[in-house]
């Protein structure tokens, strides 16, 4: 099975500072989708930013973009002028093309933002 | 009310209880899903039902049963717990199991404690 790594347990900024979240994983496929997830205290989980794997350009989404790096199976995310909402957990996440119904989830990594 | 929604949001229970999880989807989604939540571990997928059909089983108890009456509601039941089974549990929803379209959207969660 594949394993998604996310070796920082916790993180902190300073507000409008930028910081990255890294995760690795590992895989034999070669077409596959890479997220990462936030979830604030006592709220729900939602989409932050996807990239596929086909696609060489990194993803951005207004403060947040990734830097995937395919060959070494690095997936991190950088927080652009932080704000104090960006506090929470944050996930990396794997899901294969072909199989589909299965997510491979990191272990998270805690974001205070410090004001 | 939109997205997805679960209830309880707190759950307490004795080992012996029966109780049930309820997580309903206002999103038009095809598939439904349940993760099991546990502090410094990543998210376990325990369930998939694509159109009401299961199609995942990831290894779990037979303790735990789960009902997809239709695409927009999805139960969990549960039944002589351990204590060990206490973990928030998220409910999610993709319109596909495979394909760019199966970003999940979660639920709230429902705190479970098993006395």
């Known amino acids: 099975a594949q394993t998604v790594t996310q070796s920082q347990p916790e993180m902190s900024v300073q507000e409008a500072e930028t910081v990255t979240l890294s995760c690795t994983y590992d895989t034999s496929e070669s077409d596959y989708y890479l997220f990462w997830y936030k979830q604030p205290p006592s709220r729900q989980m939602i989409l932050v930013i996807r990239?596929?794997?086909?696609?060489?350009q990194n993803a951005t989404e207004n403060r947040f973009s990734v830097n995937f790096q395919k060959a070494a199976k690095s997936f991190s995310l950088k927080i652009s002028d932080s704000q104090l909402g960006d506090a929470a957990m944050y996930f990396c996440a794997y899901r294969s093309a072909s199989t589909g119904n299965q997510f491979y989830f990191g272990t998270g990594t805690s974001l205070t933002v410090i004001p | 009310e939109t997205g997805v929604t679960q209830t309880p949001r707190h759950l307490v229970m004795g080992m012996t209880n029966k109780k049930s999880l309820k997580c309903e989807q206002h999103l038009g989604h095809n598939a439904m899903y349940w993760y099991k939540q546990s502090a410094k571990k990543p998210l376990e997928l325990m369930f998939v039902y694509s159109l009401e059909e299961r199609v995942e089983n990831n290894s779990v108890p037979s303790r735990f049963s789960p009902e997809c009456p239709n695409s927009s509601h999805l139960f969990l039941h549960l039944h002589t717990l351990q204590p060990e089974d206490s973990a928030l549990y998220l409910c999610a929803s993709s319109r596909e199991t495979s394909g760019y379209y199966n970003e999940q959207f979660f639920g709230p969660g429902t705190r479970l404690t098993v006395l």
């Open positions: 990239q596929e794997a086909y696609k060489q």
